[in-house]
């Protein structure tokens, strides 16, 4: 059973950075898409960005095109998420997850972590 960690959560100002990372245990990583997604509290959880087996191509949400990047280390079975000017709109709990081949779709995804919680403020 394959099993996602994600960490580096926390409170940061508008305009501030994090780098928030996902190891995962179970699978194979480099068989897998990553994606990352968030939710924010009321609405749905909303794709982020996914990066390739390979590590060679990215795709972004159009509300963080730009600003957050996505890489991976197939060798130590991580992805990271580095997000820079930060928006109090991007406060949400942040998820990684895998999967063969990319979706947008959070119901295309079997398996999550518990999540890690971004809080922008104002």
């Known amino acids: 059973q394959v099993q996602l960690v994600e960490s580096g959560g926390g409170l940061v100002q508008t305009g501030g950075s994090l780098r928030l990372s996902c190891t995962i245990s179970?699978?194979?990583?480099?068989?897998?898409?990553m994606a990352w997604f968030r939710q924010a509290p009321g609405k749905e959880r909303e794709f982020v960005g996914a990066?390739?087996?390979?590590?060679?191509?990215?795709e972004y949400g159009d509300a963080v095109k730009g600003r957050f990047t996505i890489s991976r280390d197939n060798s130590k079975n991580t992805s990271s998420l580095q997000m820079n000017s930060l928006k109090p709109e991007d406060t949400a709990v942040y998820y990684c997850?895998?999967?063969?081949?990319?979706?947008?779709?959070?119901?295309?995804?079997?398996?999550w972590g518990q999540g890690t919680q971004v809080t922008v403020s104002s």
């Open positions: 997850t895998v999967r063969r081949g990319i979706s947008r779709s959070p119901g295309d995804y079997p398996d």
């Open positions: 179970g699978r194979i990583f480099s068989f897998y898409t």
């Open positions: 990066i390739n087996r390979s590590g060679t191509s990215t």
